[in-house]
Structures are given as structure tokens and as C-alpha cells.
């Protein structure tokens, strides 16, 4: 599966950014979409998710309420709406994607930063 991401940049606190990401592939192994972050000098951390089948969602506790992920089947899309962004919402995002068999891919990353 390869991803591709789009949608990142600059944006002041308190405003919104969508982020979408287009899989290719083999996209048919696909069980469950995300996206991930990673700030300076911190770990990767799961943002939000979608499930391919169902559209059950999970969202971290930092965003729940701000941020909402979507999923388009046909197109083989997600998106991440961004509402209220913070400073410390900055870092590179991730799209993911876990196959069945539990196998991970990775889109190259967007950056995202949130000025003060």
C-alpha cells in the first residue's frame, strides 16, 4: 500500500486545517486508516483512526472534540479536519494504514505548524 498525504502548513492558533490522504495498491488488505504525529523530540502518537468497514472512529484524548476523521471507501481516502488547532498540535502527520494482517504502511508525512 503506498499513501500519499496532502493538506498540511501554517496556521495561527484557534484556526483549522484538513489533511487528506490517498491510498494506492494493494488497498484491498486495508483494514483500519489513521493518522499519527510526532513532535520534536517526541514519539509517534496516534492521532485518530477509522476502520474501513464499520467507520468506527478513536480519537486521542488531546483532540477529541476538535479534530474528526473521515473515510471515503470508493476513492480510498481519509481525511483529518483540524478545528481549534493549538501550538502544541505541531509536528509531522502521518497517514497509516494496518492491514488484516496487522502490517503497517506509512505515508512520507505532512508538516503541521500552529503559531501562538
Known amino acids: 500500500v503506498q499513501l500519499v498525504e496532502s493538506g498540511g502548513g501554517l496556521v495561527q492558533a484557534g484556526g483549522s486545517l484538513r489533511l487528506s490522504c490517498a491510498a494506492s495498491?494493494?488497498?484491498?488488505?486495508?483494514?483500519?486508516m489513521g493518522w499519527y504525529r510526532q513532535a520534536p523530540g517526541k514519539q509517534r502518537e496516534l492521532v485518530a483512526s477509522?476502520?474501513?468497514?464499520?467507520?468506527?472512529?478513536n480519537y486521542a484524548g488531546f483532540v477529541k472534540g476538535r479534530f474528526t476523521i473521515s473515510r471515503d471507501n470508493f476513492k480510498n481516502t481519509i481525511d483529518l479536519q483540524m478545528n481549534s488547532l493549538k501550538p502544541e498540535d505541531t509536528g509531522v502527520y502521518y497517514c497509516n494504514t494496518r492491514s488484516y494482517s496487522r502490517i503497517d504502511s506509512w505515508g512520507q508525512g505532512t508538516q503541521v505548524t500552529v503559531s501562538s
Open positions: 477509522i476502520t474501513r468497514g464499520s467507520g468506527s472512529t
Open positions: 495498491g494493494s488497498t484491498w488488505v486495508i483494514n483500519v
